[in-house]
């Protein structure tokens, strides 16, 4: 039976979901995969914790349980490289200036031959065609379902499943919650900042809901999915976007007498100048696909040469389903 040991970087929310379905999930790995999938090690900015025959429960759970308190800089690279882990799982903030963390980490996971799962976008955003490069230099893999969209699967089915045709296009509603303050805004005639506050109240936006109501986190999916799928070199700044913000009452009331709905898309289209890519704010109508997909619900659409027009609708939004994402990378990696 092939050992595999994880490491875990960026242990908040999402990364202690991921721990809790490692564990759940220990005994059916080792009956399907024949794979002793252990957790051996988990960080965050402040520190580590790490046991190379694996951590128990009590322990990984009583260190992200202990307060973010830094007394001295924690170096995470060297960490990861004293861990000798097999598959590194990123699950950090996102920093779509600089990469932040997760860009060091994913580096050095490459370096030394470990494969790499990651969540958060910041690294992919700042550098997907470098990480890509280099995890194909080291005979390693290179896993984003967590980073593109979670539970609602994108680049699998790009990459995979759309695998025997030519991808002309793909539109899609990749945030959850800009499409709840939408549907609010539409179905019960809220204002913008009724409705942020109202997804704030449920925990569905943020404190600061800027990154997803600004249209940086369908950006960020979009520029990502352009890069990874399309084989494009898109930076963040080529995807012009809009904000839900731009939309007022007004507007509300105009498109329901026009019997239009409106939507948050992010878009990927082939032109004769190559890959186009944008996020806008859309009012379709009632027949187009994407008029019956409300609240958190997600959904992408793409256009085919030969296999026609596809539509996947659904995929929750929340820690849990970002970290079942994530595993699925990882039965992809231990099933090879």
Not at 169 to 196: K, P, Q, W
Not at 288 to 314: N, Q, S, Y
Request: aromatic share 6%; with cysteine; glycine share 10%.
């Amino acid at each position: 039976m092939k050992r595999w040991n994880i490491v875990i970087t960026g242990f908040g929310s999402v990364g202690k979901q991921v721990a809790r379905l490692l564990d759940k999930r220990h005994a059916y790995y080792k009956e399907k995969y024949k794979a002793d999938v252990r957790l051996v090690g988990v960080a965050r900015s402040a520190g580590g914790c790490f046991h190379p025959d694996g951590l128990s429960v009590p322990q990984w759970e009583d260190f992200g349980a202990q307060r973010q308190i830094t007394e001295s800089p924690f170096d995470g690279a060297a960490f990861l490289s004293d861990s000798n882990a097999d598959i590194l799982i990123e699950a950090g903030p996102t920093d779509i200036q600089t990469g932040g963390s997760g860009l060091v980490y994913i580096r050095q996971a490459f370096v030394q031959g470990m494969h790499a799962i990651t969540i958060s976008k910041g690294a992919l955003v700042v550098d997907y065609a470098g990480l890509s490069k280099l995890a194909k230099q080291n005979n390693v893999m290179l896993k984003i379902s967590g980073a593109t969209a979670a539970a609602l699967p994108t680049i699998d089915l790009l990459q995979y499943n759309l695998a025997g045709c030519e991808v002309w296009a793909i539109e899609g509603i990749f945030t959850g919650t800009t499409n709840y303050v939408l549907t609010r805004m539409m179905e019960d005639g809220l204002s913008h900042e009724e409705a942020i506050r109202d997804a704030q109240k449920l925990g569905i936006a943020e404190p600061d809901p800027s990154y997803d109501i600004d249209g940086w986190d369908t950006a960020c999916k979009v520029t990502i999915l352009a890069n990874a799928a399309f084989g494009a070199s898109l930076q963040l700044q080529d995807v012009p976007k809009m904000s839900v913000r731009d939309v007022s009452t007004d507007h509300i009331s105009l498109w329901k007498q026009q019997g239009k709905i409106p939507k948050l898309i992010g878009s990927i289209r082939k032109t004769d100048n190559g890959i186009a890519a944008s996020v806008e704010l859309q009012a379709i109508d009632t027949a187009h696909p994407f008029a019956h997909v409300t609240g958190t619900t997600k959904a992408i659409r793409v256009e085919t040469d030969v296999m026609g027009d596809l539509l996947v609708v659904g995929g929750k939004s929340d820690p849990v389903a970002a970290a079942a994402a994530a595993l699925k990378d990882l039965e992809h990696i231990i099933s090879r």
